[in-house]
Antibody, heavy 120, light 110 residues
Framework: DVQLVESGGGLVQPGGSLRLSCAAS????????MHWVRQAPGKGLVWVSR????????SYADSVKGRFTISRDNAKNTLYLQMNTLRAEDTALYYC?????????????WGRGTLVTVAS | QSALTQPHSVSGSPGQSVTISCTGT?????????VSWYQQYPGKAPQLMIY???KRPSGVPDRFSGSKSGNTASLTISGLQAEDEADYHC??????????FGGGTKLTVL
């Protein structure tokens, strides 16, 4: 079975940094694009970032570009999100998700999320 | 990358049909046939219900259908059931390997 397990969330002060991880299992990790999607408490989903299977191609939402970096270690079947210069508005539950297929733009599996709280 | 526009809430009685709209622009919904819909129960991760505007993943009941006209995509749920009560989120490809979601719609089954 496909499993995605996020970790690394927590409480951080504004301007601080945090690195999220997503451990993947049950599929050939290197064959799939991966995404980070976040959801502020009581709000809708927001797409954050995407990375190609080999890690050479990345893309970001304008709101995080220059502050967040997505990466992956295919040998460890793990996806990362390095978050720097964090702001209060970055407070959210962060999900990692698997891209369904290169011929589409949708995700078919989601983790349970890891909560990031930015506050002083 | 402005969020797609969805109604905050919709409701319907068991057995009825409801339609949730998702309005974007010519830069996303209007140009690409890559609209997807996700169902989310409180405290749970989203689940893919529709992709590529109208395709259903295996296991999703055929009561769920999707369509698109111009800059607006729609999710229709027919034969409404109590278990359909959830939040629904639309998503569209926005070019340059970027995506955009809607604000989400709360479906209440009366």
């Amino acid at each position: 079975d496909v499993q995605l397990v996020e970790s690394g969330g927590g409480l951080v002060q504004p301007g601080g940094s945090l690195r999220l991880s997503c451990a993947a299992s049950g599929f050939t990790f290197s064959s799939y694009w991966m995404h980070w999607v976040r959801q502020a408490p009581g709000k809708g989903l927001v797409w954050v970032s995407r990375i190609s299977g080999d890690g050479t191609s990345t893309s970001y939402a304008d709101s995080v570009k220059g502050r967040f970096t997505i990466s992956r270690d295919n040998a460890k079947n793990t996806l990362y999100l390095q978050m720097n210069t964090l702001r209060a508005e970055d407070t959210a539950l962060y999900y990692c998700a698997r891209h369904l297929d290169r011929s589409t733009w949708s995700v078919d599996y989601w983790g349970r999320g890891t909560l990031v709280t930015v506050a002083s | 990358q402005s969020a797609l526009t969805q109604p905050h809430s919709v409701s319907g009685s068991p057995g009825q049909s409801v339609t949730i709209s998702c309005t974007g622009t010519s830069s996303d919904v209007g140009t690409y046939n890559y609209v997807s819909w996700y169902q989310q129960y409180p405290g749970k991760a989203p689940q893919l219900m529709i992709y590529d505007v109208s395709k259903r993943p295996s296991g999703v009941p055929d009561r769920f259908s999707g369509s698109k006209s111009g800059n607006t995509a729609s999710l229709t749920i027919s034969g409404l059931q109590a278990e359909d009560e959830a939040d629904y989120h639309c998503c569209s490809y926005a070019g340059s390997y970027k995506g955009v979601f809607g604000g989400g719609t709360k479906l209440t089954v009366l």
